[in-house]
């Protein structure tokens, strides 16, 4: 008997709730989902943000190996050559990219570089350097720029520096 009146209560108990505890739980779920795509979407943003950093400073990097390959070395005639013209002389690609430059296995990085002559002044004497006396000598100043893309990325960047450079007197 107790049995029976203890099903009846249970019963009539089950018949008077109006389902709070399942609304309750649908919206925590709710919550939680939306919780979660929005952390989804913000670690998208930030990787996107960081590999855009990735690839700007892998040009930066670029155009500043193009800025010291057009003018050391080998490519130090692109120095006389730029003097010879009087204009802007643009330095051949060859000087300045490796062909087998790639990031990634898939974007080609490419750069352009462009010495411009400026002006010549006297060679400053330096005591103990060797050609400083400014006998036999001329000093150059040029404007060095470079500009370098990476492929597929969009990341470009252009960087300028002056140098002064001794070259013999024509």
């Known amino acids: 008997m107790v049995k029976k009146a203890y099903k009846i209560q249970s019963l009539q108990a089950m018949k008077t709730q109006q389902g709070v505890v399942l609304l309750v739980a649908l919206v925590m779920l709710l919550v939680i989902t939306i919780i979660g795509v929005s952390a989804i979407g913000i670690s998208k943003d930030k990787t996107q943000v960081a590999g855009n950093s990735m690839y700007t400073l892998l040009a930066y990097q670029g155009a500043e190996s193009a800025l010291a390959r057009s003018v050391t070395g080998a490519a130090q005639m692109n120095l006389r050559d730029a003097a010879a013209a009087g204009g802007v002389?643009?330095?051949?690609?060859?000087?300045?990219?490796?062909?087998n430059e790639k990031i990634n296995g898939i974007a080609n990085m490419t750069s352009k570089a462009t010495i411009t002559p400026l002006k010549s002044t006297a060679c400053a004497i330096?005591?103990?350097?060797?050609?400083?006396?400014?006998?036999?000598?001329?000093?150059?100043?040029?404007?060095?720029?470079?500009?370098?893309?990476?492929?597929?990325?969009?990341?470009?960047?252009?960087?300028?520096?002056?140098?002064?450079?001794?070259?013999?007197?024509p």
């Open 89 to 99: 002389f643009n330095v051949p690609t060859s000087h300045i990219n490796d062909s």
């Open 126 to 169: 330096v005591s103990g350097v060797a050609g400083s006396t400014g006998t036999g000598f001329k000093c150059r100043v040029f404007r060095v720029s470079a500009e370098t893309s990476l492929a597929l990325t969009g990341a470009r960047t252009r960087h300028t520096e002056g140098r002064e450079v001794n070259l013999p007197k």
